[in-house]
């Protein structure tokens, strides 16, 4: 199967800058914007290439039957939205704490449409873990997916986000009307 997700990713004329850092065994990696479906369908096959393997939090609606099955094995861990997160945050931090290995991957807008306020569960997992958040920007317009800067989260969420919304305003997604806006990240 990887050796499809690599054929296609390059097929397409996708390419990859960056990597994340060896030395980084645990980290929640943010990836964004987040506009379409399609950016399930290039991050696959980029993590494929990059050499790791991660889950990633998706609505549980999907992991049913036969597509669910196959989600699942990629790694998808099914969050039911309507429950809150808080239970999440602490079952993944519980995670992150007994395991030597753990990259959680997590599209911040949480919705595919154009969202300004983003859910936090991801940056409360990666603080009370205390583990590193490294973004990863997708532009359909230069067909790169870009691994930028890791950091640990200062506890300031706020700020944070702000940090991590001026990384992603810089990349195209596949909807750009549902991308960060300028005023997002003044």
């Known amino acids: 199967m990887k050796s499809l997700w690599v054929w296609l ?12 850092p060896e030395d980084v065994k645990k980290c929640v990696v943010v990836v964004g914007p987040h506009t379409s479906f399609w950016d399930f369908l290039v991050g696959v096959p980029a993590r494929e290439l990059l050499g790791f393997e991660s889950k990633f939090f998706i609505k549980s609606s999907l992991c049913v039957g036969p597509l669910g099955w196959f989600l699942l094995k990629l790694g998808a861990i099914p ?3 309507k429950k809150g997160n808080t239970r999440l945050v602490d079952l993944a931090i519980e995670e992150y704490n007994k395991r030597d290995e753990l990259i959680i991957a997590v599209t911040p807008e949480g919705t595919r449409s154009y969202n300004p306020k983003w859910r936090t569960g991801f940056y409360h997992i990666a603080n009370g873990a205390k583990v590193p958040i490294v973004m990863a920007g997708m532009c359909f317009k230069t067909k790169r997916v870009v691994i930028g800067e890791r950091f ?18 810089n990349f195209v997604g596949k909807h750009p009307e549902k991308g960060i806006r300028k005023e997002e990240i003044e």
């Open 9 to 20: 990713f390059k097929l397409f004329g996708w390419k990859i800058d960056g990597t994340v």
């Open 79 to 81: 969050v039911h939205r």
């Open 152 to 169: 640990i989260p200062t506890g300031n969420v706020d700020d944070d986000i702000i940090r991590i919304k001026r990384f992603f305003y």
